[in-house]
């Protein structure tokens, strides 16, 4: 017997087929290219990116990032003003403070060039602006001074927001270390001569001298010099004029040392101190 062959005979002419004819693989990839270019030309335009610096100038004091890390180890260097430190400080919608850390300060304008960076024109430098990137994964401003093809000259600065300065405050610093001694302290020596000492933010104290209701923490600057390489606490009387009675200071966690300090500096020349005994030792309350 023969076998036969149930054919279909499709309406074109032709074509000859057994089963109901199916797309063919090119023509999928066609119509789905022209789909997604369809869709692709149907959404709208991402906005470009903003030149107002929101990222920057929404935090309103910069530190050096070198500094502040030295500043909030457990351990606090006990020469704090051997390292560099520099602020970037917002003083208007356009004008900003260049300084170096209680020894010098520099005005400069600046303009928003997208919103992580700035062009800043320092005075005299006007037509070399100095670009600031602002890397937000690290939280770091870095500045790039013009002529500097290495990066060696480059300053990193962090935000502290804690510190908040008036028109003719430049205290940055100060404030900062108030900000990292702050707190009530208890002597660990039964003979200290003041047993317990309370450090506030605002420069006041309690139990820490009965001569002088502030104290003002150097930590950068030129604020004169301890000769056994201790970092600097001025005692001052508010309203009255800055004595040069001192303190060393050393911080360890939370031990506090303080010692009394003679100034065996020139009458003309910037005070230098000595270490004459120590006031106590003590531990901070938790």
């Not at 290219?33 to 004091?61: D, R």
């Not at 003003?81 to 304008?109: H, Q, Y």
């Not at 009387?237 to 100034?263: F, I, M, S, V, Y």
Request: aromatic residues 6%; proline residues 7%.
């Amino acid at each position: 017997m023969k076998a036969s062959i149930n054919l279909q005979i499709h309406p074109n002419p032709g074509i000859i087929s057994n089963q109901t004819m199916k797309p063919r693989p090119t023509l999928l990839l066609a119509l789905f290219a022209l789909a997604l270019q369809a869709c692709q030309n149907s959404s709208p335009t991402p906005p470009a990116p903003v030149p107002n610096g929101e990222a920057i100038l929404k935090h309103k004091y910069w530190v050096s990032k070198e500094f502040s890390d030295a500043l909030l180890k457990e351990i606090v260097a006990d020469t704090l003003n051997s390292i560099p430190c520099s602020e970037l400080i917002f003083t208007e919608k356009d004008t900003l403070l260049l300084t170096a850390c209680m020894s010098d300060a520099g005005r400069a304008t600046f303009k928003a060039t997208g919103p992580n960076t700035l062009d800043i024109a320092l005075e005299g430098m006007e037509n070399e602006p100095v670009k600031a990137i602002f890397e937000a994964r690290t939280g770091v401003l870095t500045l790039h001074f013009p002529g500097d093809s290495t990066g060696a000259g480059r300053l990193q600065l962090v935000a502290r927001d804690e510190i908040t300065l008036g028109k003719n405050d430049f205290d940055g610093t100060v404030k900062l270390a108030r900000l990292r001694l702050s707190g009530t302290y208890k002597a660990l020596e039964a003979k200290a001569k003041a047993p317990q000492i309370t450090l506030n933010q605002d420069g006041s104290h309690i139990g820490l001298s009965k001569d002088f209701d502030r104290y003002e923490p150097w930590p950068a600057g030129v604020g004169g010099y301890i000769e056994a390489r201790k970092n600097l606490m001025y005692l001052e009387n508010k309203g009255k004029e800055p004595g040069w009675n001192a303190l060393a200071w050393q911080l360890r966690g939370d031990t506090l040392r303080l010692w009394e300090t003679k100034n065996i500096g020139k009458p003309d020349e910037m005070p230098e101190y000595q270490i004459t005994s120590l006031l106590g030792t003590y531990l901070k309350q938790r």
